[in-house]
């Protein structure tokens, strides 16, 4: 059976991550990829595997190109500290890998949940990231601070199997999440060398509102 190395990348998750681990259990490897977090994160981690490397935040997509020289299985499925890989998505995961006739990457779909509720419309269903189950060697990430992208070298497809993902503890959450996110994505504009406007900002503000709240139905979600 071929080898498949899960890793997770974590800062202060200590709240999340024990959840994470727990959901990979099957895995022939777990690295932890930690940028020096200041909680439980590390103590919480060492659980679950030995292997926790330190590595200094600069840019999820260097980070996570950074963890991917650190593994050894023939797979890689990328776990985010937030998210969770269900019993029927590791059943596919480790069937798809076993194929021979395999595609190299796979896209894989997932259930948002925000304040214990299941997100069903505002495009949160299915809701895909890169591929996060790819044979070692054939991806690789753009080092673009936030929303990093990837380059594959092979086909791509998708499997049919949600894993979970539960993005906020609370509002608070949410909130500081929004503010480390916004303030990446104004260095990745800085280098990208686009300049800054209030009236674009509001406009991509009021556009997204009406293609996730009206569009796509995300009034239907209630208050969460």
């Known amino acids: 059976m071929p080898r498949i190395s899960v890793y ?5 998750e200590a ?18 990829a930690d940028s020096f977090s200041t909680d439980a994160t590390v103590e919480i981690a060492r659980r679950y595997t030995n292997r926790i490397v330190q590595v200094p935040f600069e840019g999820f997509g260097r980070l996570r190109n950074a963890v991917l020289d650190q593994l050894t299985g023939d797979w890689v499925f990328s776990l985010d500290a937030d998210e969770r890989c269900t019993e029927a998505a590791a059943d596919e995961i480790r069937r798809a890998a076993a194929d021979p006739h395999a ?3 796979y896209l894989v779909p997932r259930r948002n949940y925000v304040f214990g509720r299941w ?4 495009g949160y269903f299915p809701d895909y990231r890169q591929p996060q189950l790819f044979r070692r060697g054939r991806l690789r990430y753009t080092e673009d601070a936030v929303h990093e992208t990837y380059t594959l070298e092979g086909s791509l497809g998708v499997l049919r199997e ?4 539960v993005p906020f503890r609370d509002l608070s959450q949410m909130l500081s999440k929004m503010q480390r996110y916004s303030t990446l994505g104004v260095q990745r504009l800085a280098q990208q060398r686009v300049p800054p406007s209030m009236w674009r900002a509001l406009l991509h503000g009021t556009a997204s509102f ?3 709240y009206v569009l796509k139905l995300g009034m239907l979600d209630g208050w969460a």
């Open 119 to 122: 997100i069903r419309h505002s």
């Open 210 to 212: 009406l293609r996730h």
């Open 15 to 32: 709240d999340k991550i024990e959840a994470a681990l727990r959901s990979v259990k099957w895995a022939d490897e777990i690295v932890v």
């Open 8 to 12: 997770v990348i974590a800062f202060n």
């Open 162 to 165: 949600p894993i979970a993902q």
């Open 103 to 105: 595609r190299d990457a």
